[in-house]
């Protein structure tokens, strides 16, 4: 059963950016990838350290600044370096109902060790 909840509205979406967003008691990072909504779990998979204080964004990937893991914008695939497919991004499902992104909380995303309530 899904759990749709609000978490931006659409238009405070802009092409470049990561914006944070608090679903329930999960923080998750909304941004636009080739003109999809996608939502991710607002740690780096690294550290958890979140993305919406140390990330930036370049084009189609997504840096942490803490230690420079570099991330598909579009897929949350870890691109850096060496190849880590286990340390890809939580994704989150999206839809977008009357201008508002809602993210599926039912479909926690594998390996997510639940909310988030403080960071390192």
């Known amino acids: 059963m899904s759990d749709w909840q609000p978490a ?3 238009g405070e979406l802009s092409e470049q ?4 967003a608090t679903v329930g008691d999960h923080k998750v990072v909304v941004l636009l990838a080739d003109g999809e909504i996608v939502a991710y779990r607002d740690a780096c998979p690294h550290e958890g350290f979140p993305l919406s204080k140390f990330a ?6 997504i840096m942490c600044n803490k230690h420079l893991w570099e991330f598909d914008t579009g897929t949350g ?3 850096s370096r060496i190849p880590r497919p286990q340390c890809n991004l939580k994704r989150y ?3 977008e109902v ?5 993210v599926d909380l039912s479909a926690v995303p594998l390996g997510d060790p639940g909310p988030i309530t403080a960071y390192g």
């Open 98 to 102: 009357d201008g508002m992104v809602e």
């Open 56 to 61: 930036e964004r370049q084009d189609f990937v």
């Open 8 to 10: 931006i509205r659409r």
């Open 17 to 20: 950016g990561l914006h944070a």
């Open 93 to 95: 499902p999206t839809r």
């Open 77 to 79: 695939e870890h691109i």
